[in-house]
Nanobody, 121 residues
Framework: QVQLVESGGGLVQPEESLRLSCAAS????????MSWYRQAPGKQRELVAL???????NYLESVKGRFTISRDYAKRMVYLRMSSLKPEDTAVYYC???????????????WGQGTQVTVSS
């Protein structure tokens, strides 16, 4: 019904940059919030960055000043620009969206399949 597809992960060296993209598709009426989570091996999934309709943004403390979340409302896409990457940023990154699908009576949360980001020299 609703799909989120991430792209842009890969292997980079410390201090390099990557941009992740996430496209939402399907029977969508509206999306009120989109975000990026990450999960490193042996750790819980954590919220990295969130952008809500209207523009309010929140970041995980450890990525402030290095990561930038942005959204293209017309294309139903969300991006995560990651700069000055560190080995501790290594994780699977997941796109998340709160979507009101056609025929639904409320917003529901959807997840992408994840994209691996590895930061290593």
């Amino acid at each position: 019904q609703v799909q989120l597809v991430e792209s842009g992960g890969g292997l980079v060296q410390p201090e390099e940059s990557l941009r992740l993209s996430c496209a939402a598709s399907g029977r969508i009426s509206s999306i009120n919030a989109m975000s990026w989570y990450r999960q490193a091996p042996g750790k819980q999934r954590e919220l990295v960055a969130l952008i809500v309709e209207g523009g309010a943004i929140n970041y995980l403390e450890s990525v402030k000043g290095r990561f930038t979340i942005s959204r293209d409302y017309a294309k139903r896409m969300v991006y995560l620009r990651m700069s000055s990457l560190k080995p501790e940023d290594t994780a699977v990154y997941y796109c998340n969206a709160n979507v009101w699908a056609l025929g639904d009576t409320n917003y529901n949360t959807y997840w992408g399949q994840g994209t691996q980001v590895t930061v290593s020299s």
